[in-house]
């Protein structure tokens, strides 16, 4: 229903307290759909992420386990011809020891970079969303 008034006919179109509330219900449904991709796109990134970095532990332990083997029988017996055959067991697994600590603090970092698993852009707007009707409300009752 379209009231318009002479004493105020500046172009603008009022509308009924009904068509309001259809209008508020309507975008408020829009806005929390968007909402919705806004998170599902924010929450595929991350878990692309968490992927990565669990990928990354996956292979480094894969790599560690072919290798294993032939580097440290090799490893040890080039050792041995120098040292004793049991310190030269004791350098080879603690080179192995060094090598596997900087793989776990680079997927520890891929893990960091992808949590906390939320949605934070989405939470973020839907809360810049409610400060903004909040004030328009505020406007309106003063």
Do not use: C
């Not at 806005?31 to 878990?47: D, R, S, W």
């Not at 692309?48 to 032939?70: D, E, H, N």
């Not at 080039?78 to 310190?87: D, I, K, M, P, Q």
């Amino acid at each position: 229903m379209v009231r318009t008034d002479a004493a105020h006919s500046t172009g603008t179109e009022e509308h009924s307290i009904a068509e309001l509330l259809q209008q508020l219900t309507e975008q408020t449904t829009r806005l929390a759909q968007k909402e919705i991709e806004l998170a599902k796109a924010e929450m595929a990134v991350k878990g692309k992420r968490l992927g990565l970095g669990a990928g990354a532990f996956s292979v480094a332990g894969l790599l560690a386990l072919f290798g294993l083997g032939a580097a440290t029988a090799a490893a040890i017996l080039g050792l041995a011809t120098a040292l004793e055959g049991w310190v030269a067991a004791l350098i080879v697994a603690g080179i192995y020891l060094l090598v596997a600590g900087v793989l776990a603090l680079v997927g520890r970092s891929k893990v960091r970079a992808g949590t906390p698993p939320v949605p934070e852009q989405a939470a973020e707007s839907v809360k810049d969303d409610v400060e903004l009707v909040r004030n328009k409300v505020k406007e309106e009752r003063a």
